[in-house]
């Protein structure tokens, strides 16, 4: 199993930057991609930023340019950092693993909102 808690969410104004943590735990080295989604308020989870064992990363259309993902395998963590926040940023992002026998895993999630 490999479990995950998120940190880093908040309250911040359109424009303004946060960072999000996903520290992971448990059989770390089955993970084959961790990323995060966002949950918007009556909308479905979609996913924002992802990145593979291999250092691939791809992100979601209106995200491009904003965010970025970035993992420290020393602290087995992942980190979302997001600039030029926008109102429609706002949900709970959680953080997802992949691992290699296809099992998903998701983190508690974390609230970003973001004000106009």
């Known amino acids: 199993q490999v479990q995950l808690v998120e940190s880093g969410g908040g309250l911040v104004q359109a424009g303004g930057s946060l960072t999000l943590s996903c520290a992971a735990s448990?059989?770390?080295?089955?993970?084959?991609?961790i990323g995060w989604y966002r949950q918007a308020p009556g909308k479905e989870r979609n996913a924002v930023a992802i990145v593979t064992s291999g250092g691939i990363t791809s992100y979601g259309t209106s995200v491009k340019g904003r965010f970025t993902i970035s993992r420290d395998n020393n602290k087995n963590t992942v980190y979302l950092q997001m600039t030029s926040l926008k109102p429609e940023d706002t949900g709970v992002y959680y953080c997802?693993?992949?691992?290699?026998?296809?099992?998903?895993?998701w983190g508690q999630g974390t609230q970003v909102t973001v004000s106009s």
């Open positions: 997802n693993v992949h691992t290699t026998s296809s099992r998903v895993y």
């Open positions: 448990g059989n770390i080295f089955s993970i084959s991609a």
